[in-house]
């Protein structure tokens, strides 16, 4: 197909695949001419991709350039969660000190020598974030969060493909950042609906 066809395929502007194209998040279709080009259904998939992580994930051309080269280039290695974390998670400054944020891993009974240093960076900026604020938050409901989310995380784990590196690692990359909105968007319904049944019945008492 050629590029305007590419273009409606996917949903987007012609403007838009051609800045793709530029920034190298798209790969170049086959050239049949000297000014014209072949697309298929791989630029397809790659552009729904994008519009993906661009749309509802919200991560920038960078950060979307970052995600892509993993799910291209899979690591071998064990520690595929943590690469795929720091492909998605925003870079913190290097001295930063998380040495909290470590204790807080450490007090949860994980071992934050498997944490990923951007991941500790946003766990730190959160607990300073916290304390900024003046939010208390107890030991107690600190450890009901990290408690709901191994059950979460366990259940996302059981689910990574083991058939390729690759399929590994698009399933944790995009589970990352496709899924944390969601998350989101499940707790702050679940905030209105408990919220609603418990304070409805006063406000109809009152």
């Not at 970052?66 to 998670?89: C, F, K, Q, Y």
């Not at 989101?184 to 006063?202: D, I, M, N």
Request: proline content about 5%; overall charge negative; glycine content about 8%.
């Amino acid at each position: 197909m050629r590029m305007s066809q590419l273009a409606q395929e996917a949903g987007l502007p012609t403007a838009t695949v051609k800045y793709y194209l530029r920034e190298g998040l798209l790969h170049e279709g086959r050239l049949t001419s000297p000014t014209q080009a072949h697309y298929d259904e791989t630029h397809v998939e790659r552009l729904r991709l994008i519009r993906a992580l661009v749309g509802p994930a919200g991560q920038s051309i960078a950060s979307t350039r970052r995600i892509l080269a993993a799910i291209a280039d899979p690591p071998s290695e064990l520690d595929l969660l943590g690469i795929a974390h720091d492909a998605v998670t925003p870079r913190y400054p290097a001295e930063l000190p998380t040495d909290r944020a470590r204790q807080v891993v450490e007090g949860l009974g994980w071992n934050s020598a498997h944490c990923a240093p951007s991941t500790l960076g946003a766990l730190q900026e959160a607990l300073d974030g916290l304390e900024a604020g003046g939010f208390e938050l107890s030991d107690e409901t600190l450890e009901r969060y990290a408690s709901a989310m191994m059950v979460v995380a366990a259940d996302e784990i059981a689910e990574i493909p083991t058939d390729s590196a690759e399929a590994a690692a698009r399933f944790v990359i995009l589970g990352t950042v496709l899924v944390e909105p969601l998350l989101l968007a499940l707790r702050r319904l679940a905030q209105q609906t408990a919220s609603a049944q418990r304070f409805s019945g006063s406000r109809q008492s009152g």
